[in-house]
């Protein structure tokens, strides 16, 4: 199981964010164009949940491949990865994934060797701002505890995947600061519009707006400075 991985830092280009993308592939494309990203020298970083609900799950995976895209495992890839018999795979049927079970064995094998391989928990990126953490739902308080983090870190990683209760927190007013890093940025709770705490940004608004926000790391950095 893949957890964490550091990435050196972009000389050069830019790099972005984008939220949840949900299968759908020529939304992406379409937005990144009015971005002006540029695929020979920029970087994408997924805050996961790449699959599921739109029309384009496979291709959408098959960005993995793409030397220029990056993207951390949400709850939507936990779902994939389930055992078939499992709770979490009748979840998954349920929550968009029957497209998922409409592939051949041999297809599901290999998109979850695709999303073992290429979907860590969490990134550390190494930027001019700083280093930015991306991971899918919750952050820990020191973000140290997920770049060391171990399979046996179990209630951990799946806050990392699942959990909603930072986000609810900053809703309520309560702000606090996750150490370690410069600032993290998460997906997986169908905001309106791009919501922070003091150094956190949540930016999943596919379902919400049926856009997706690209942010680019300045942009991101000056959202929280």
Not at 125 to 135: A, L, N, Q, R, T
Not at 204 to 225: F, I, P
């Amino acid at each position: 199981m893949l957890i964490h991985k550091d990435i050196p830092m972009n000389h050069k280009g830019q790099d972005f964010f984008v939220g949840d993308i949900h299968g759908e592939y020529d939304l992406l494309l379409t937005t990144l164009t009015q971005c002006q990203f540029n695929f020979e020298c920029d970087r994408l970083f997924s805050v996961g949940d790449l699959v599921d609900r739109g029309s384009n799950s496979i291709a959408c995976l098959a960005l993995l491949h793409e030397p220029w895209f990056f993207a951390v495992r949400g709850n939507h890839e936990e779902m994939l990865l389930a055992d078939e018999d499992s709770e979490l795979a009748r979840i998954h049927r349920s929550a968009g994934g029957e497209w998922f079970f409409q592939c051949s064995l041999l297809e599901q094998h290999r998109l979850r060797m695709l999303v073992e391989e290429y979907c860590p928990f969490a990134f550390t990126i190494e930027s001019k701002f700083g280093s930015i953490g991306v991971c899918h739902a919750n952050a820990p308080h020191h973000w140290s505890a997920l770049q060391n983090a171990t399979v046996d870190d179990i209630a951990l990683l799946q806050d990392c995947a699942w959990s909603t209760k930072q986000y609810q927190q900053v809703k309520q007013g309560k702000l606090f600061n996750i150490s370690g890093v410069k600032f993290v940025v998460h997906g997986h709770v169908n905001c309106a519009r791009v919501t922070t705490n003091l150094n956190q940004l949540w930016i999943d608004t596919l379902m919400r707006t049926r856009r997706l926000t690209v942010l680019s790391a300045q942009q991101a950095y000056m959202v929280t400075a």
